[in-house]
């Protein structure tokens, strides 16, 4: 059983180092090819160097900007989401009876604590 059980980890050790290397090899492979944006902008266009450096700054300014807009969805969609689960828990506690209702109630108090 032992000897099983050595040849059975021998090959998980095997599999996983091989996916490692072979995972690590496609990675840099895509890093290595991969252009931006403003590398294509500056290869069609034959942008010079202050050309790429300022409109790469225009390009994060931009990341940037759209950083924020997403942020300002994201909290006020958690907010529509927060007030749409308290709507439901609402409606749950209203069809509730007394009895019921008292442990919904400590349910979700335990929950939030």
Do not use: C, H
């Not at 990341?63 to 807009?69: A, M, N, P, T, V």
């Not at 209702?101 to 929950?111: G, N, V």
């Amino acid at each position: 059983m032992s000897r099983l059980r050595l040849i059975v980890i021998g090959g998980w050790v095997l599999m996983f180092g091989a996916g490692f290397a072979f995972g690590r090899f496609v990675t840099q492979e895509r890093n290595s090819s991969e252009t931006t944006y403003l590398d294509r902008l500056a290869t069609q266009y034959d942008l010079s160097p202050d050309q790429v450096q300022d409109i790469g700054g225009f390009l994060d300014e931009e990341g940037r900007r759209i950083d924020e807009i997403l942020s300002g969805v994201e909290a006020s969609v958690r907010k529509e989401i927060q007030e749409a689960r308290e709507a439901t828990v609402q409606k749950i506690s209203e069809r509730l009876d007394s009895e019921q209702r008292q442990q919904f109630e400590q349910d979700r108090s335990s929950r939030e604590d």
